[in-house]
């Protein structure tokens, strides 16, 4: 399993969260697969810790590339 923090797809391009809140879990369904079983979301919700924030895991390392780089 591959995982993707927020901060790798933000040092890629700073705006990718303004299209991503509306586009990214969609196109992560239509092209990745389905939720829960080829990619998922998981929080770190303590702001003291490195990976405070959201990251996406998935199954596929493939497709966590080929997310990094449709997003980027």
């Known amino acids: 399993m591959t995982k993707i923090h927020q901060s790798q797809l933000r040092a890629l391009n700073d705006d990718w969260l303004i299209t991503a809140q509306t586009d990214f879990g969609s196109w992560l369904d239509h092209h990745v697969g389905e939720f ?37």
């Not at 303590?46 to 199954?59: E, T």
């Open 36 to 72: 829960n079983r080829d990619w998922g979301r998981t929080y770190n919700l303590d702001k003291s810790h490195p990976a405070y924030g959201c990251s996406w895991w998935f199954r596929d390392p493939e497709m966590a590339t080929l997310t990094l780089l449709k997003w980027s």
